[in-house]
């Protein structure tokens, strides 16, 4: 018994060390990109509107805290970022070659002072960090599965698995982008946990029983 509890300590403690992790940011090429997790090359494609790719560092890296906090530990530097435009509400969309866990997005110039812009993702997420960027400003307000900007940058994480990420852009504004990425190491989700430890209980029960056979 002392075994399995030993056991299961040492596979919780495992999944909560990788929850401060480095994240892998798509390296993008035009609007084909790759990242990494669970040692897995994964190819992202990007179909929607689009402006060009963007390979500045200092669209992120001037103001790091706003891509970055205690679980994603860097920004997507200069690996590239869409910019577009918005302004239209067809869709937009992120396809990942193999599933993803828990992906990432960093959105970023969402929006001017006088001229906010929305996100609209077709799935929930939580807004890990936020603030001033290259241009300053810095508000993001999430309303359900919708992020608006008023000059806003920050981080966004997804709970789940995923193979695409669809979202609409319908507020024209001249430059602003995003991009996509996940944690290098996957975090087990709740149910894994349950399924494990359900199992361990299994062994502890089983192992019991021998003795009292």
């Known amino acids: 018994m002392k075994k399995t509890v030993f056991l299961t300590?040492?596979?919780?403690?495992?999944?909560?060390?990788?929850?401060?992790?480095?994240?892998?940011?798509?390296?993008?090429?035009?609007?084909?990109?790759?990242?990494?997790?669970?040692?897995?090359?994964?190819?992202?494609?990007?179909?929607?509107?689009?402006?060009?790719?963007?390979?500045?560092?200092?669209?992120?890296?001037?103001?790091?805290?706003?891509?970055?906090?205690?679980?994603?530990?860097?920004?997507?530097?200069?690996?590239?970022?869409?910019?577009?435009?918005?302004?239209?509400?067809?869709?937009?969309n992120f396809n990942f070659s193999q599933t993803v866990v828990d992906p990432l997005v960093a959105i970023w110039s969402v929006g001017q002072g006088g001229v906010p812009?929305?996100?609209?993702?077709?799935?929930?997420?939580?807004?890990?960090?936020q603030g001033a960027g290259h241009w300053g400003g810095g508000?993001?307000?999430q309303n359900g599965n919708s992020v608006t900007g008023r000059e806003g940058n920050g981080l966004l994480q997804f709970h789940g698995s995923y193979t695409d990420i669809s979202f609409t852009t319908p507020n024209f504004e001249n430059y602003y982008g995003i991009t996509a990425g996940s944690l290098i190491t996957a975090v087990p989700e709740p149910e894994t946990y349950a399924m494990l430890l359900a199992g361990l209980g299994l062994m502890g029960f089983m192992a019991r029983r021998r003795r009292i056979d």
């Not at 994240?23 to 084909?32: E, R, V």
């Not at 996100?119 to 807004?127: E, G, L, R």
């Open 117 to 129: 812009v929305t996100f609209n993702f077709d799935s929930p997420f939580t807004i890990l960090s």
């Open 139 to 141: 508000t993001l307000v």
């Open 9 to 92: 300590l040492l596979l919780l403690n495992t999944g909560a060390a990788t929850a401060a992790d480095t994240a892998s940011w798509a390296l993008w090429s035009g609007t084909a990109g790759t990242f990494l997790q669970d040692g897995n090359t994964i190819t992202v494609t990007y179909t929607g509107q689009f402006n060009s790719v963007d390979h500045i560092a200092a669209v992120f890296d001037d103001v790091p805290t706003s891509f970055t906090n205690s679980a994603v530990t860097n920004t997507p530097g200069a690996n590239g970022t869409i910019h577009m435009t918005g302004g239209t509400s067809a869709p937009n």
